[in-house]
């Protein structure tokens, strides 16, 4: 059983609570005070080597549905990233319920392509289609942690369903046709707040770049009229340097 599990921890390492709920599993069916209370041996067979006694060739474990949800949800979605594959499909071959997995996990390494699984053939019923369970069966329900369990917390890719993976709602649209921004107080108008938030900082910026340009201007014209030197006498001469800075003499007719 060690073995086993450390070949199937290679592919679900990732998730801490993938890999603890696997090896809880086996260690409850194997090791557990309480094995009698869930297991039937159904079938026995000689040992395989010179040894007195029995055997066990097949054995059903009864486990409660909420058991078995708890594991396969906790494993489903990991990631083995040396290969960028689902975890399930090298523990699992693939399992898309619980049922699946467990059956994989139970059927005897001769029945399989692989020569790799169960020594003896394991069976897990399903409670509700079980032709006869027998009076002393208690199925297993211990609690088992989800992986987006604090203590057990898996990453998101391993875990996309764990609360602090969901994304945030989208705030609800408004209903058709109408318009308006409520947070500057625009009711049902053509102007929206996208159209104010675009519309405003443009403004702004456009009132700048006037002002700055009436500034600059009226500094040059200050600057001419109080400067009698080459400038200005460059000045006095260029028609259109004067009209620009404002000191160009008008026609008379035009004053």
Known sequence: MEKGLRMANVFIIGCPACAHNFKHLFCSLFCSPDQAAFTDVTAAQEPFAERNGTCVKEVSFYLDEGFKAALFDSCKDVVYSAANQKAMTYIGNGATDAQEFLEFLGLVKDNKTIPVGSPFQMNFPVLAHAPAIPPHIVPLHDALPACGSPDFRCSCGDCPSAPACKPYPQPPAPPPGVRGCARLGLGATHI????????????????????????????????????????????????????????????????
């Open 192 to 255: 929206t707040c996208q159209d104010v938030a675009i519309w405003v900082p443009g403004m702004l910026l456009l009132l700048a770049l006037l002002a700055a340009y009436a500034c600059r201007r009226r500094h040059t014209t200050l600057a001419l009229r109080a400067s009698p030197g080459a400038l200005g006498e460059f000045a006095a001469s260029s028609p259109i340097v004067r009209a620009y800075s404002g000191v160009y003499d008008a026609p008379p007719e035009l004053r």
